[in-house]
């Protein structure tokens, strides 16, 4: 099970941190992946990092902006979000993959959280 947390209401240019915490597996045993689905548009991929936290991967939107974490002692992932836009706005999901590559692709992931909102205004 992944529970998101953390989402809110942010000015542009703000920052804003959402977790995910994971329970029911070995959770060092996956991938981690945070996506995102903005009003009227397809999800798409924000971030990815590896089982230990070693390799992590971005989506050119939001490279050099959000820093993707984990901490395996606590089964918990993190987004964290700086210089926030308006574009950012959208409904954030962590999910869990058993893969090693192709971690862009939302439909290699065996495992979602429910969501959490992030509005930025301008």
């Known amino acids: 099970q992944l529970v998101e947390s953390g989402g809110g209401s942010v000015q542009y240019g703000g920052s804003l941190r959402v977790s995910c915490a994971a329970s029911g597996g070995i959770f060092s045993r996956y991938a981690m992946g945070w996506f995102r689905q903005a009003p009227g548009k397809e999800r798409e991929f924000v971030a990815t990092?590896?089982?230990?936290?070693?390799?992590?991967f971005y989506a050119d939107s939001v490279k050099g902006r959000f820093t993707i974490s984990r901490d395996n002692a606590k089964n918990m992932v993190y987004l964290q979000m700086y210089s926030l836009k308006p574009e950012d706005t959208a409904v954030y999901y962590c999910?869990?993959?058993?893969?090693?590559?192709?971690?862009?692709?939302?439909?290699?992931?065996?495992?979602w959280g429910q969501g959490t909102l992030v509005t930025v205004s301008s």
């Open positions: 999910a869990a993959s058993l893969y090693v590559d192709y971690l862009r692709d939302s439909a290699n992931y065996d495992f």
């Open positions: 990092i590896n089982w230990n936290g070693g390799k992590t």
